[in-house]
């Protein structure tokens, strides 16, 4: 597996907007219905940040919620950082430099975690799904929003197509077509709905299950310690 520190700070500068771009805006609506998931919780764990965009919809959405937001790219944190300080965030979300594969706190910390399209860039997925159950309280909550492969068979391939040669190929415009292909290439190549469903329930997590989101191109996973 590449370097995905080095991949998502080579492509910072431009992801946000990418992300609107490929996406067509509609990836706002699906970081949206996460942070809705949030309604009772105190504190709570991005991880795989990036620009803190889940971070700040759960600040906005629910004003109580504290939430730590970690993530191995320095590009990354240094932009969320500047988004966090021109919404005055400052006191509910904190930056961390870290990796889910070894999350720097204490046991039975956090309330809920969130992940929005970044567990599949894990290193190991699996340590970090064990991590994750690690510092979560009893009862809490994990929230993942990932990639999927639709299941309409004249939509599909309309779909990967576009996924795996139209986005690198955007992604080129700015210098970074390695970079969107692998990014294309690992989201195809992870466990889909009911495969990932059960790596939850090996990690430990109890109450597994998903729901699709824009004819099956995202889904949202949950799962409970």
Known sequence: MPETKKIFDEVAKHYDWLNTLFSLGIH???????????????????????????????????????????????????LAKKKIEDLDFKEKIVLVSATAENLPFEEK??????????????????LSLKEIRRV????GRLFILEFAIPRNPIFKPLYMFYFKVL???VGSIYGRGKEYKYLAESAAS???????????????FQDCRY??????????YYATK
């Open 167 to 169: 986005m690198p190929l």
């Open 136 to 139: 979560l309280r009893k009862n």
């Open 28 to 78: 706002k609506l699906w970081r949206k219905k996460l942070a809705d998931e949030l309604f009772d919780t105190a504190y709570n764990l991005d991880i795989a940040t990036g620009t803190a965009e889940v971070a700040i919809e759960v600040a906005i959405k629910h004003p109580s919620v504290r939430t730590v937001g970690i993530d191995p790219s320095m590009n990354m944190l240094r």
């Open 109 to 126: 910390q956090f309330d809920s975690v969130t992940i929005a399209f970044g567990i599949r860039n894990t290193v190991d997925y699996k």
């Open 211 to 220: 729901s699709e989101l824009t004819m099956g191109v995202v889904a949202l």
């Open 190 to 204: 992870f466990p889909q709905r009911e495969d990932f469903l059960r790596n939850l329930k090996n990690a430990g």
